[in-house]
Protein backbone atom coordinates (compact mmCIF):
# COMPACT_ATOMS: atom_id res chain seq x y z
CA UNK A 1 0.00 0.00 0.00
CA UNK A 2 1.07 3.89 -0.73
CA UNK A 3 2.19 5.74 1.98
CA UNK A 4 -0.56 8.16 1.57
CA UNK A 5 -3.23 5.62 1.78
CA UNK A 6 -1.93 4.31 4.98
CA UNK A 7 -2.00 7.90 6.30
CA UNK A 8 -5.63 8.30 5.40
CA UNK A 9 -6.21 5.12 7.18
CA UNK A 10 -4.43 6.17 10.52
CA UNK A 11 -5.95 9.28 10.14
CA UNK A 12 -9.49 7.49 10.14
CA UNK A 13 -8.69 5.23 13.01
CA UNK A 14 -7.45 8.36 15.59
CA UNK A 15 -10.65 10.04 14.56
CA UNK A 16 -8.80 12.95 12.29
CA UNK A 17 -8.94 14.31 8.93
CA UNK A 18 -6.81 15.63 6.65
CA UNK A 19 -6.47 19.30 6.10
CA UNK A 20 -8.48 19.34 2.66
CA UNK A 21 -11.21 17.50 4.08
CA UNK A 22 -14.75 19.28 4.94
CA UNK A 23 -16.21 19.78 8.26
CA UNK A 24 -18.93 19.61 10.14
CA UNK A 25 -20.37 22.56 12.18
CA UNK A 26 -20.44 20.90 15.06
CA UNK A 27 -16.34 20.11 14.27
CA UNK A 28 -15.44 23.54 13.28
CA UNK A 29 -16.71 24.43 16.65
CA UNK A 30 -15.15 22.08 18.88
CA UNK A 31 -12.17 23.35 17.27
CA UNK A 32 -12.64 27.00 17.21
CA UNK A 33 -13.70 26.67 21.07
CA UNK A 34 -17.29 28.64 19.78
CA UNK A 35 -20.47 27.02 19.86
CA UNK A 36 -22.43 26.57 16.77
CA UNK A 37 -25.37 28.78 17.54
CA UNK A 38 -22.30 31.94 17.36
CA UNK A 39 -20.84 30.28 13.81
CA UNK A 40 -24.39 30.55 12.03
CA UNK A 41 -24.73 33.96 13.57
CA UNK A 42 -21.11 34.48 11.73
CA UNK A 43 -23.01 33.35 8.50
CA UNK A 44 -25.43 36.36 8.65
CA UNK A 45 -22.90 38.35 9.49
CA UNK A 46 -19.94 37.92 7.11
CA UNK A 47 -20.85 36.92 3.50
CA UNK A 48 -17.89 35.89 2.51
CA UNK A 49 -18.59 32.69 4.90
CA UNK A 50 -21.13 30.33 2.41
CA UNK A 51 -20.41 27.17 3.86
CA UNK A 52 -21.75 24.17 1.58
CA UNK A 53 -25.53 22.81 2.53
CA UNK A 54 -26.57 19.75 2.04
CA UNK A 55 -29.74 18.23 2.26
CA UNK A 56 -31.89 19.04 5.32
CA UNK A 57 -29.26 22.34 5.69
CA UNK A 58 -26.46 20.50 7.16
CA UNK A 59 -23.23 22.80 6.69
CA UNK A 60 -20.06 21.63 5.07
CA UNK A 61 -17.10 24.30 6.15
CA UNK A 62 -14.20 24.18 3.32
CA UNK A 63 -10.58 24.04 4.54
CA UNK A 64 -10.53 27.96 3.23
CA UNK A 65 -13.99 28.73 5.51
CA UNK A 66 -12.55 27.33 8.51
CA UNK A 67 -9.42 29.63 7.86
CA UNK A 68 -11.51 32.46 7.37
CA UNK A 69 -13.81 31.32 10.85
CA UNK A 70 -10.69 31.29 12.47
CA UNK A 71 -8.98 34.84 11.56
CA UNK A 72 -12.81 36.31 12.54
CA UNK A 73 -12.42 34.26 15.75
CA UNK A 74 -9.42 36.17 16.73
CA UNK A 75 -10.03 39.57 15.22
CA UNK A 76 -13.01 39.99 17.23
CA UNK A 77 -11.91 37.74 20.74
CA UNK A 78 -8.26 38.31 20.62
CA UNK A 79 -7.81 41.74 19.00
CA UNK A 80 -11.10 43.56 20.36
CA UNK A 81 -12.55 44.50 17.04
CA UNK A 82 -15.99 44.85 16.59
CA UNK A 83 -18.72 43.15 14.52
CA UNK A 84 -18.52 46.10 12.17
CA UNK A 85 -14.43 46.66 12.40
CA UNK A 86 -14.19 43.03 10.95
CA UNK A 87 -16.72 43.43 8.11
CA UNK A 88 -14.65 46.34 7.15
CA UNK A 89 -11.30 44.50 7.31
CA UNK A 90 -12.89 41.70 5.51
CA UNK A 91 -14.20 44.16 2.85
CA UNK A 92 -11.22 46.01 2.86
CA UNK A 93 -9.30 42.36 1.95
CA UNK A 94 -7.20 43.37 5.16
CA UNK A 95 -8.46 40.38 7.47
CA UNK A 96 -4.79 38.85 7.72
CA UNK A 97 -3.12 42.57 8.14
CA UNK A 98 -3.57 42.67 12.39
CA UNK A 99 -0.88 40.62 13.77
CA UNK A 100 -2.25 38.15 16.72
CA UNK A 101 -2.46 40.04 20.20
CA UNK A 102 1.10 39.67 21.79
CA UNK A 103 0.24 42.11 24.94
CA UNK A 104 -0.65 40.21 28.02
CA UNK A 105 -2.99 43.34 29.19
CA UNK A 106 -6.36 43.45 27.83
CA UNK A 107 -6.09 47.44 27.81
CA UNK A 108 -3.47 47.44 25.11
CA UNK A 109 -3.90 49.13 22.05
CA UNK A 110 -4.05 47.66 18.83
CA UNK A 111 -2.43 48.85 15.49
CA UNK A 112 -4.50 50.08 12.83
CA UNK A 113 -3.95 49.81 9.18
CA UNK A 114 -3.08 53.34 9.21
CA UNK A 115 0.08 52.61 11.77
CA UNK A 116 -1.71 54.53 14.39
CA UNK A 117 -2.82 52.57 17.69
CA UNK A 118 -7.00 52.05 18.29
CA UNK A 119 -7.77 50.82 21.93
CA UNK A 120 -9.58 47.82 21.54
CA UNK A 121 -13.32 48.05 22.52
CA UNK A 122 -14.65 47.59 25.66
CA UNK A 123 -16.29 44.89 27.12
CA UNK A 124 -19.92 45.22 27.31
CA UNK A 125 -22.69 43.38 29.03
CA UNK A 126 -23.93 42.02 32.90
CA UNK A 127 -21.23 40.21 34.91
CA UNK A 128 -18.65 39.93 37.10
CA UNK A 129 -16.25 41.25 33.73
CA UNK A 130 -18.44 43.98 32.58
CA UNK A 131 -16.89 47.45 31.81
CA UNK A 132 -18.72 50.38 30.72
CA UNK A 133 -19.03 50.79 26.99
CA UNK A 134 -16.48 53.81 25.87
CA UNK A 135 -13.33 54.15 24.03
CA UNK A 136 -10.01 53.69 25.97
CA UNK A 137 -6.92 55.93 25.30
CA UNK A 138 -3.96 54.28 23.71
CA UNK A 139 -1.11 53.41 26.20
CA UNK A 140 2.45 53.14 25.94
CA UNK A 141 3.55 48.88 26.54
CA UNK A 142 4.81 49.23 29.68
CA UNK A 143 1.55 51.43 31.39
CA UNK A 144 -0.48 48.72 29.63
CA UNK A 145 1.13 46.09 30.97
CA UNK A 146 1.29 47.39 34.46
CA UNK A 147 -2.72 47.98 34.39
CA UNK A 148 -2.93 44.11 32.69
CA UNK A 149 -1.46 43.33 36.17
CA UNK A 150 -3.34 45.41 38.23
CA UNK A 151 -5.98 43.95 36.44
CA UNK A 152 -5.69 40.63 37.01
CA UNK A 153 -4.97 41.21 40.77
CA UNK A 154 -8.37 42.28 41.11
CA UNK A 155 -10.07 40.03 39.64
CA UNK A 156 -8.21 37.63 41.86
CA UNK A 157 -9.18 39.66 45.12
CA UNK A 158 -12.79 40.03 43.61
CA UNK A 159 -12.71 35.88 43.32
CA UNK A 160 -12.00 35.98 47.02
CA UNK A 161 -14.12 38.14 48.05
CA UNK A 162 -17.34 36.28 46.21
CA UNK A 163 -16.01 33.28 48.50
CA UNK A 164 -16.24 34.90 51.58
CA UNK A 165 -19.20 36.65 51.02
CA UNK A 166 -21.29 34.10 49.01
Known amino acids: ?59 YYRPEDVELLRTIRRLLYNDGYTIKGVQKLLREGAAKAPPPSTSPSPLASTPARDGKAVAPRAKTGRGPGARKAGALPALDPATAEALGELLVELEALRVRLDRLIG
Do not use: N, Y
Not at 10 to 27: D, L, N, Q, Y
Not at 33 to 44: G, I, K, N, Y
Open 1 to 59: MSETTETVRAERRAGTKSAAAFRTISEVAIDLDVPAHVLRFWETRFSQLRPLKRGGGRR
